[in-house]
């Protein structure tokens, strides 16, 4: 009897398919090799992860396996294994939660060694004119053509194509009109080749540190597939922990992952690690696909001791791995928001269970999550209380902006802030000022009839970015010039609101010597410059930095004297239950950022509800009465972490249509009842559209994973663009707008 093949093809198909596998590749089909087959009319390449003697039933005729797209196995039998676990979790097929745990080079047959260059051609003081030539009638090239030219004129092609939220059709029609010319370079094997990093020696632990160190290495030593929550105050040592547990695990033969958030992954977050070892790897998307492709052999040959990297970086092939990091365990960026839609904390979990090694889930501030499972005893607490190398916990000062907006000349830096702010310039300190909103203005309103100007694409209003002399949509990408009067009226538009723009223009403007810069995505898009701007703040050449939550977490500077929170409540009433937890996760967050040196810190939090205990609880960094406060309301209300959720997203560009498709899923989940499950809605989305899409949703609150899994089930063959209207599944989301 012959042999035969189960694929998994990256495509939303629940089953797997069977193709025969010829004698002359007898040999050389095993699991975790790429196979081309026969799909339908087409041929596609797809992931082998089973071999036996079993044909298909009686009366199908397999189709054979044409051919193979390597010699070895791409993946291991633990990778399979989790991709399974990872399709099962998220509600999607093997084979897509397979594509996604490889690198998009590595899926390439001979991977490219070159990246592609995009160039502005011609005089860059004519680009203004010509974008607005463009605007009117070829909006995405406008577009692409302005971002090229604020980035110096040189971008490569997908990191252009990801800026400007477009595909490559835009920038080939600015090639054929002259105005870009594209190239090839070659590209870097190694990111950090021509950057050698001196070796240091491990510092001295305190008793909290030794005592978390030694609990976790000995269940690293053991092989127990456990997971710790390290939970330390800002400033308190948990890099130094994970570092000497490190060097223990590759003394014993074993590797380890460190999973971080893309907003951290700073060349001062990776110097850390590289000052103690040799081999480390990086794997992030600020690498070009051939870097990523390169690292990613390099880790699957073995030549890596420790990879660095963000979410997908869970996926890594290392040959023997020991121990898995989570730091920042409770960043919202850990979650996946494209098919599979995991969360790396629960698939780090699940490979270590796989892999017999042992999870840490480093912050100061976790999600209640969790800390529901660290109280349940899911996992183990391990505290760090204090911060060390002589730093304190910072004064805190906070200013009630219902009264400060009563004064006259009032803008949006008190009176407290701006004194301190002088105070601390005066010290030869460093400031960072914090408002998690970008753009100079928040909304244009008409003064007349009283409407904000609104993205003609999506449900939200369009911020002014004024130096780019721009209004943006921060949702689709959608830009235009500012308008003279009211689309609605014709009466005038005033500027309403601000962001880290208008806040960067107001300090320049008091604070005439200060050296000021500016991180938020529309100043940090470019490659390396993340590495500039914090270089240029450790070296002292910049005093005031502003940013958003880009500054609020990972940066260790000691000369910084002074935090200005400018609106700490600018996301606590978002439609979102948990709106409340990632205000005091940020304020907890951002206050860490000072006191960590000798002359200690100061922070200046101003609020419009200074006395909500989000806030009051963020600026002191007391989770546990944070914790006692929303978990009964959590309970209460039936969400995590006291059930799990699945929201159901329909989009159409019809509207009737969309909201037929999440009616008929309504339909299915309530059909004959579904034991655990509580269906809420369906209603509209809180942003009924983005870029031309109708958004409706439902919420399905789920007791337990058997609940999840039963609702999974009956979605099957429900999902995907059907009947003209998409429809979305994302297992525990980490937004609901």
């Not at 990191?159 to 002259?178: C, D, F, I, T, W």
């Not at 590759?250 to 999973?259: E, Y």
Request: net charge neutral; proline share 8%; charged share 25%.
């Amino acid at each position: 009897m012959g042999r035969f093949a189960r694929v998994a093809p990256p495509l939303p198909v629940a089953d797997l398919f069977t193709y025969s596998i010829p004698p002359s590749l007898a040999d050389d089909v095993v699991p975790g090799v790429r196979v081309r087959v026969p799909f339908g009319n087409r041929r596609l390449s797809a992931m082998c992860v089973g071999v036996d003697d079993v044909p298909p039933p009686e009366g199908v005729a397999p189709k054979p396996v044409l051919g193979l797209l390597e010699t070895e196995p791409l993946v291991g039998p633990d990778i399979l294994e989790l991709a399974r676990r990872t399709a099962a979790r998220t509600g999607c097929s093997w084979g897509e939660a397979l594509d996604a745990s490889l690198p998009p080079a590595v899926k390439l047959a001979r991977p490219s060694r070159t990246i592609e260059i995009a160039e502005l051609q011609g005089d860059p003081r004519a680009v203004g004119p010509k974008v607005d030539e463009l605007q009117e009638k070829r909006e995405k090239q406008a577009r692409t053509l302005r971002i090229l030219a604020q980035r110096g004129g040189v971008l490569p092609v997908r990191e252009l194509m990801n800026l400007a939220h477009v595909s490559r059709s835009p920038v080939e029609s600015l090639v054929k009109a002259g105005l870009v010319a594209l190239k090839r370079e070659r590209a870097s094997k190694d990111p950090l080749a021509g950057d050698p990093v001196p070796r240091t020696d491990p510092l001295e632990l305190t008793p909290e540190q030794r005592s978390a160190t030694e609990r976790i290495d000995a269940a690293c030593a053991r092989g127990d597939a456990k997971t710790f929550l390290l939970h330390g105050v800002t400033g308190s040592g948990k890099t130094e922990v994970y570092l000497q547990v490190l060097d223990a695990v590759v003394k014993r033969g074993r590797q380890g992952i460190v999973l971080v958030p893309e907003i951290s992954l700073t060349p001062q977050t990776v110097r850390r690690f590289r000052e103690r070892f040799d081999r480390v790897a990086v794997l992030h998307s600020h690498l070009t696909d051939a870097e990523r492709a390169d690292q990613w052999r390099r880790i699957r040959a073995g030549e890596a001791d420790v990879v660095v990297g963000a979410r997908s970086a869970v996926f890594a092939p290392v040959p023997s791995l020991g121990l898995i990091v989570l730091d920042e365990e409770h960043e919202t960026s850990f979650k996946q928001q494209n098919v599979p839609r995991y969360h790396a904390r629960e698939v780090a979990i699940e490979r270590a269970a796989i892999d017999d090694a042992v999870v840490v889930l480093g912050t100061a501030t976790p999600s209640l999550e969790a800390w529901h499972h660290a109280i349940e005893g899911d996992y183990e607490r391990l505290v760090l209380p204090e911060r060390v190398a002589g730093g304190r916990s910072p004064e805190i000062l906070m200013v009630d902006l219902t009264v400060e907006e009563r004064r006259d000349g009032f803008r949006f830096l008190s009176d407290q802030l701006r004194a301190h702010m002088e105070d601390t310039l005066a010290r030869q300190g460093q400031i960072l000022l914090f408002l998690n909103r970008r753009g100079w203005a928040s909304v244009m309103l008409c003064r007349t009839c009283r409407t904000p100007m609104r993205c003609p694409h999506c449900d939200v209003s369009m911020t002014l970015h004024r130096r780019a002399n721009r209004v943006l949509c921060h949702y689709c990408g959608h830009e235009q010039p500012p308008p003279r009067e009211c689309p609605s009226c014709n009466g005038h538009l005033a500027p309403l609101g601000y962001g880290t723009e208008k806040v960067e223009e107001e300090v320049r403007q008091t604070f005439l010597h200060a050296r000021v810069a500016r991180m938020d995505s529309d100043t940090m898009s470019g490659r390396g410059a993340h590495a500039a701007v914090l270089s240029a703040f450790g070296s002292g050449e910049t005093d005031v930095l502003i940013g958003t939550q880009m500054i609020a977490k990972g940066l260790d500077f000691p000369n910084v004297l002074l935090v200005g929170v400018v609106a700490a409540d600018s996301a606590l009433f978002l439609p979102d239950y948990r709106a409340a937890e990632r205000t005091f996760q940020l304020l907890a967050q951002v206050t860490g950022r000072t006191g960590r040196g000798p002359k200690g810190g100061r922070v200046v939090v101003q609020a419009w509800n200074p006395r909500h205990i989000s806030i009051t609880t963020g600026v002191a960094q007391d989770y546990e009465a944070f914790a006692r406060h929303e978990l009964p309301q959590r309970e209460e209300m039936g969400y995590p972490p006291y059930s799990r959720l699945v929201r159901v997203i329909t989009h159409a560009p019809d509207e009737t249509a969309s909201q037929r498709r999440i009616e008929a899923v309504s339909d299915l989940l309530r059909q004959d009842g579904m034991p655990g499950v509580t269906v809420l809605g369906p209603a509209p989305a809180p942003i009924p559209r983005i870029n031309r899409q109708y958004r409706f949703h439902l919420v399905a609150k789920c007791d337990d994973d058997g609940a999840v899994s039963a609702l999974l089930g009956r979605l099957v063959g429900h999902t995907g663009p059907i009947r003209k209207a998409r429809v979305l599944v994302d297992v525990d989301p980490v937004g609901m707008l």
